[in-house]
């Protein structure tokens, strides 16, 4: 299951030595839902070589203007710390997992 990411707590994730996948949604957001469960799929997947994780965005002000998240989903790929890819919009499960294989 994904991890809940909570502007109390995404500091502490972001410290992880894994590659850190963060899809940033809202409740209200079709594009949203139709990506959700895709998510948890891989974070079934990947759970012993990644942290994958959701961050709602109308209850997560703090980590939502850190990354300038303006729509939604978008799912950010960090590792150490910085930013190295980025899907914006909805997506195939295929382009997700070709995007976490290639930065494992």
Do not use: H
Not at 9 to 16: A, H, R
Not at 32 to 59: F, H, Q, S, T, W
Not at 81 to 104: F, M, P, T
């Amino acid at each position: 299951m994904a991890l809940e990411i909570t502007d109390a707590t995404y500091e502490d994730v972001l410290k992880s030595d894994k590659l850190v996948v963060i899809d940033f949604w809202a409740e209200w957001c079709g594009p949203c839902r139709m990506v959700g469960p895709i998510v948890e799929e891989l974070a079934g997947e990947y759970a012993d070589k990644a942290v994958i994780g959701k961050v709602d965005v109308d209850n997560n002000d703090d980590i939502t203007s850190k990354y300038g998240i303006r729509n939604i989903p978008t799912i950010l790929f960090i590792k150490n710390g910085e930013i190295v890819d980025k899907q914006v919009g909805a997506a195939q499960k295929s382009v997700l997992v070709e995007k976490i294989n290639n930065l494992l």
